[in-house]
């Protein structure tokens, strides 16, 4: 587990701008039971989140279309939200960062740490954009 202090200013690059907080498996549950899209951020302390992962969120959510729920969950901190959201995730292994796009609660869009790891933001942007206008 990571300090409060320390996580804080990563969690708020996403709650900022309108991600909401999934602190418990109940929460990941009640989002992913809602009809319409789910974003699903597992962030994390790395540096390809901090360089690559929440500037590329940020990038893509200037599309027009765009996920009906942003939420955001946080690796080795939300230890019960971030498994039960990875859990949806099957059959992708756990990896953090990771971006997730649901829609009716089904996984339809994923980018995994490899996806992001040595990728721009802008890159990232524009893989997010094209999953937006497919599926929201």
Not at 4 to 18: D, F, H, K
Not at 23 to 48: E, F, Q, Y
Not at 81 to 101: G, K, N, Q, Y
């Amino acid at each position: 587990m990571y300090p409060a202090e320390l996580v804080q200013p990563m969690r708020e690059e996403l709650t900022s701008i309108g991600f909401d907080e999934l602190a418990d498996a109940p929460a990941v549950s009640l989002a992913l039971s809602k009809s319409g899209t789910t974003l699903v951020v597992v962030n994390s302390v790395c540096g390809c989140a901090a360089a690559n992962a929440r500037p590329g969120v940020r990038l893509s959510l200037t599309n027009d279309k765009q996920p009906d729920q942003l939420t955001t969950v946080f690796a080795g901190v939300d230890r019960e939200a971030t498994d039960a959201a990875r859990a949806e995730m099957v059959p992708f292994p756990p990896s953090s960062p990771s971006i997730a796009l649901f829609k009716d609660g089904g996984l339809v869009h994923m980018l995994e740490r490899h996806h992001i790891e040595g990728r721009s933001a802008e890159l990232i942007a524009e893989n997010l954009i094209e999953a937006y206008n497919t599926h929201c």
